[in-house]
C-alpha cells in the first residue's frame, strides 16, 4: 500500500507572512554592467559606497513585516521561510523587484504648465535633469528639457533594473510592547517617541509633543491602527494627546527673581544731598553768591 503523502508544514523557527522580524540587508541594482546601492543597515557597506549618513541616522537591524510592503512583492515573497539568523541572497528580475520600465509613463509638458507647479512657485525652486516633480498626485523625473518643452518620467526610479538583495532575520519580534513600536516605527517612524502601554487587551499610545500637529500621523494613524488590531487583537486602543497650559508666574515671585542692582547704580540713582538751610542772623560763609572770595575793607588811616 503507498504511503500517504502530507502536505510539508513550515518549520517553528521559519518566518511566515505576517510575522514581524528584525531584518539585515543590502540592496544593489544593476543595470549596463554598473551596480548602484539602493539601500542598506549596514554603515560599512553605506561608507564603502559613499553614502552619506542622514543626520540621526541608527545603523542595525530594522523592524519587518514579513509579506509587507516596505519591498516590492518579488522580494517580500522570497524572505517567507528564512529561519532566524540564516541569510540569503538571491537576484530578482526587473518584474520581481521595480517592474519592466512603461513607455506610456514617459510625458510631455509645455514649460507653462510645469512652472504652474506649486513646487516651482518657491524661491528656491529649481528646474534640472533628475528633478522630481508632483503632477497631478504622481511623483516623476525631469529627464529632458528645453525653453519650451519638459520631459517627465512617471516610472518607478528603479524599473528595468535587475536586483540582488543580502538578508538575513536577525531576530523575531514577540513582546507586545516592542510589537507595537515596530509597527508604529514602520507606520511613521519615532517610536521611541511614544508612549506604549499594553495591559491584556488594551493598547494606549501616548503622542510626543511634535507628533501632535504633524500632518504626517494624521495620515499614518489609521494605518497603525488597522495593523494593532491584525497583528495584536486588542479590544481598544487609546491614542492620548495632553496639552497643558503653562501657570502664570506670580508677581511676587518676579520681584524676587529680579537681580539686586550693583552698588554703583544704587549711588548713581541716589537723589544728592542738599546743605542745610541758613540760620536767620547768621554770620555770611565769606564767599560770594559766585563762590569767590568777598574782598575785605581797606584799613582807615590814622
Known amino acids: 500500500m503507498p504511503s500517504e503523502s502530507h502536505p510539508a508544514h513550515p518549520s517553528a523557527d521559519a518566518t511566515q507572512s505576517g510575522d514581524l522580524v528584525r531584518i539585515e540587508y543590502d540592496l544593489w541594482a544593476e543595470s549596463g554592467g554598473k551596480t548602484e546601492l539602493l539601500d542598506t543597515t549596514h554603515e560599512e557597506v553605506a561608507q564603502k559606497a559613499e553614502i552619506p549618513t542622514p543626520e540621526g541616522f541608527t545603523w542595525g537591524p530594522k523592524p ?34 521595480f517592474g519592466e520600465r512603461d513607455p506610456k509613463l514617459i510625458e510631455l ?26 503632477i497631478e498626485g504622481r511623483r516623476g523625473r525631469v529627464i529632458s528639457l528645453t525653453a519650451a518643452r519638459v520631459r517627465v518620467d512617471f516610472n518607478p526610479p528603479f524599473a528595468g533594473r535587475k536586483v540582488r538583495g543580502k538578508f538575513k532575520i536577525a531576530e523575531r519580534i514577540e513582546e507586545p510592547v516592542d510589537q507595537v513600536r515596530a509597527i508604529l516605527e514602520l507606520q511613521y517612524g519615532r517610536s521611541q517617541e511614544f508612549g506604549v502601554e499594553h495591559h491584556e487587551k ?4 501616548k503622542l510626543p509633543e ?6 504626517s500621523w494624521m495620515a499614518a494613524k489609521p494605518r497603525v491602527v488597522d495593523r494593532l488590531r491584525t497583528q495584536l487583537h486588542p479590544h481598544t486602543i487609546r491614542i492620548v494627546e495632553e496639552y497643558v497650559t503653562p501657570a502664570p508666574e506670580k508677581k511676587e515671585e518676579t520681584e524676587k527673581s529680579k537681580p539686586a542692582a550693583p552698588a554703583s547704580e544704587k549711588a548713581a540713582e541716589a537723589p544728592a544731598e542738599s546743605p542745610p538751610p541758613k540760620a536767620e542772623g547768621s554770620k555770611p560763609s565769606g564767599r560770594s553768591a559766585k563762590g569767590t572770595k568777598a574782598a575785605s575793607a581797606p584799613p582807615t588811616e590814622g
Open 109 to 134: 509638458f509645455s514649460m507653462h504648465e510645469i512652472e504652474r507647479l506649486p513646487e516651482m512657485r518657491r524661491e528656491d525652486a529649481r528646474l534640472d535633469l533628475g528633478t522630481v516633480l508632483t
Open 64 to 97: 519587518h513585516q514579513i509579506g509587507g510592503d516596505r519591498f516590492p512583492t518579488g522580494i517580500e515573497s522570497a524572505l517567507v521561510g528564512l529561519k532566524v539568523g540564516e541569510e540569503a541572497e538571491r537576484e530578482f528580475t526587473p518584474a520581481e523587484a
Open 210 to 215: 511634535r507628533s501632535k500637529f504633524d500632518i
Open 202 to 205: 488594551s493598547i494606549t499610545l
